[in-house]
């Protein structure tokens, strides 16, 4: 089986401009996305996806591979499948987050390793236990499954809803994806959804197609970067690693 990890990195962002090249402790985020990547055992490639000229040097500069995709793809699945166009011998496509530095190989392999044990598995994506002072937060979004780990929904509200004190834990959703090739194209090819254009969650399309959505849990904690705030944080947490 061959497994391939894209890195969508566009450059333009609302809260956060230039975002593929913010500084984390002396380089590019998305070479520290890109380097963390190439940690995982499984991949046998790790390919990032830009729309920028600056993101690909930067990209090249540091020894990776990048390629050039349509400045005009209205979501990051539409890019991944661009890239996926062009790999048709792959059969599993691992899509991470340009805006997930601190992202765990371990995680890619156990995220690959899913593909490998379903054979009918179409999507895949990761959770892990989401803290206090995340709960509040729009730009962390949470996840609800059901008892075989499949995705029930995503929201960025609190979900569930909190009315009796059940002890129930809430997860965090990472940004981390598992496709197998086939529906990733046939995903991208879909019309975006109600509930998809109300959250402003890609995954929503899958769920309110009908399609169901593993979901692996880990222990792992990650601060994915939407604000300069997420910024500051992962630099202090790369500071502390000396990485």
């Known amino acids: 089986m061959k497994i391939v990890c894209v890195i969508p990195a566009r450059y333009a962002s ?3 401009p230039g975002k593929p090249l913010a500084d984390i402790a002396g380089k590019p985020m998305v070479v520290r996305t890109y380097e963390r990547a190439l940690l995982a055992k499984k991949p046998s490639e790790v390919i990032v996806a830009v729309d920028d000229e600056r993101v690909l040097d930067a990209v090249k500069s540091a020894g990776g591979k990048a390629v050039m995709t349509a400045k005009n ?7 991944l499948a661009e890239v996926a166009t062009k ?3 792959a059969d599993v496509i691992i899509n991470i987050q340009g805006d997930e530095p601190l992202i765990d190989p371990h995680i890619i392999d156990d995220l690959a390793q899913v593909f490998v044990d379903d054979e009918n598995l179409q999507m895949a994506t990761v959770k892990t236990p ?3 002072e995340e709960k509040d937060k729009p730009s962390n979004v ?9 995705a029930l929904y995503f929201s960025r509200s609190l979900i569930p809803y909190p009315r009796e004190n059940t002890g129930v834990t809430v997860y965090k959703h990472i940004g981390i994806y598992g496709y197998r090739r086939d529906f990733l194209l046939q995903y991208a090819k879909m019309q975006p959804t109600p509930l998809e254009q109300t959250e402003s969650l890609e995954q929503l399309r899958a769920l ?5 959505i ?7 904690h990650f601060v994915g970067v939407d604000t300069p705030e997420d910024l500051a944080e992962v630099n202090e947490i790369y500071q ?3 990485l």
């Not at 309110?208 to 169901?212: I, S």
């Open 130 to 132: 989401m803290t206090e």
């Open 73 to 79: 793809h209205p979501t990051g699945t539409d890019r």
């Open 240 to 242: 502390n690693l000396n």
């Open 208 to 212: 309110e197609n009908g399609y169901k």
């Open 87 to 89: 790999i048709p011998d």
């Open 142 to 150: 949470k996840v609800i499954t059901d008892k075989n780990d499949f």
């Open 214 to 220: 593993k979901v692996i849990t880990t222990d792992k």
């Open 14 to 16: 609302t809260r956060l």
